[in-house]
Nanobody, 120 residues
C-alpha cells in the first residue's frame, strides 16, 4: 500500500501562482495530478515517470503548469502559473506502480485532495 498526501492548495487571484506538493510513502514509477471541479468529471492535469522525469501535460494547462519529482524526498510538485478561474477545482495526487501510465489509465493510489480557488 502507498499513502499519498497533498498540500499547498489555497485561494489566489487570476494571473497568480500556486505550488502543490505531494508525498508518497513509497517509491513509485508513476505520479500524476488530477483535478475535479464541482459538477464536472475528473480531469488529468499532468503526469511524470519518476525514474526518468518525463512529463506530460493536458492541453488545458500546457505552458502554465510544471510537474516535477524529487527522487530523494519522493515528493511530487505542481507549479501553477498564470492561473485562471477555470483552474478552480479540487486537485488530487495519484500514484501507480508498473509500466508508464497515461492520464486515462487506472491509477492505484490517491490522496484526499487539496482545494485550489482562483478568483477573477
Amino acid at each position: 500500500q502507498v499513502q499519498v498526501v497533498e498540500s499547498g492548495g489555497g485561494s489566489v487571484q487570476a494571473g497568480g501562482s500556486l505550488t502543490l506538493s505531494c508525498t508518497a510513502s513509497r517509491s513509485v514509477t508513476n505520479m500524476a495530478w488530477f483535478r475535479q471541479a464541482p459538477g464536472k468529471e475528473r480531469e488529468g492535469v499532468a503526469r511524470i515517470y519518476t525514474g526518468v522525469g518525463v512529463p506530460y501535460y493536458a492541453d488545458t494547462v500546457k505552458g502554465r503548469f510544471t510537474i516535477s519529482h524529487d527522487k530523494d524526498k519522493n515528493t511530487l510538485s505542481l507549479q501553477m502559473d498564470s492561473l485562471k478561474p477555470e483552474d478552480t477545482a479540487m486537485y488530487y495526487c495519484a500514484a501507480a506502480r508498473g509500466a508508464g501510465k497515461g492520464l486515462g489509465d487506472r491509477w492505484d493510489y490517491w490522496g484526499q485532495g487539496t482545494q485550489v480557488t482562483v478568483t477573477s
